[in-house]
């Protein structure tokens, strides 16, 4: 797994997309109260923010986002993010999740065609987090994990306990 970013570093780029926001008018504030706000929600994957506002979602790597608002002109809101190929939700799956923040280790016997026990590692806003379940060919145990439990467990022991291991 990648080394991960520092909560000081995340503070940093929430700082940098709110400056984005601000210079393109679309940051939420007094006088914006629809415009968008900045999370760096624990449970996503780190370095990934959602930008939310009454009239969306956009759900990304951070470094991705700030560039595109620094493309950005005032105005050109659907594009900008359209464009870059955002999604409007969180990764629910591991398939979905950023491969250079994802462990995954089976612990089950069988092949993937039996969705044998998985204990899976992810890299989070929040820092280093688990998650278990059966997981192979017609199963995801993240997506289960993340459907079911949320939050993700913070050791691999409340993971294991909580999937019924």
């Not at 009239?55 to 991705?64: D, Y």
């Not at 050109?76 to 190929?85: D, M, P, Q, R, V």
């Not at 192979?136 to 691999?156: H, I, K, Y």
Request: proline content about 4%; hydrophobic content about 40%.
């Amino acid at each position: 797994m990648k080394t991960l970013k520092t909560a000081a570093e995340i503070v940093e780029i929430v700082n940098q997309i709110e400056a984005e926001l601000d210079r393109l008018g679309w940051l939420a504030d007094a006088e914006q109260p629809c415009g968008f706000d900045v999370n760096a929600v624990s449970d996503l994957p780190n370095g990934w923010f959602s930008l939310t506002s009454d009239s969306g979602n956009v759900v990304g790597e951070s470094s991705e986002i700030l560039e595109a608002l620094k493309e950005a002109e005032s105005g050109e809101l659907g594009s900008c993010f359209a464009t870059a190929g955002f999604s409007d939700k969180r990764p629910d799956n591991s398939r979905d999740w950023p491969e250079d923040l994802i462990e995954v280790l089976q612990i089950g016997e069988g092949t993937i065609n039996d969705n044998p026990m998985h204990l899976i590692m992810v890299g989070t806003n929040g820092g280093v987090k688990f998650a278990a379940g059966y997981h192979g060919v017609s199963q995801c145990a993240l997506e289960d994990w993340l459907s079911w439990f949320r939050p993700l467990a913070d050791s691999q022991t409340e993971a294991l306990t909580t999937a019924g291991r």
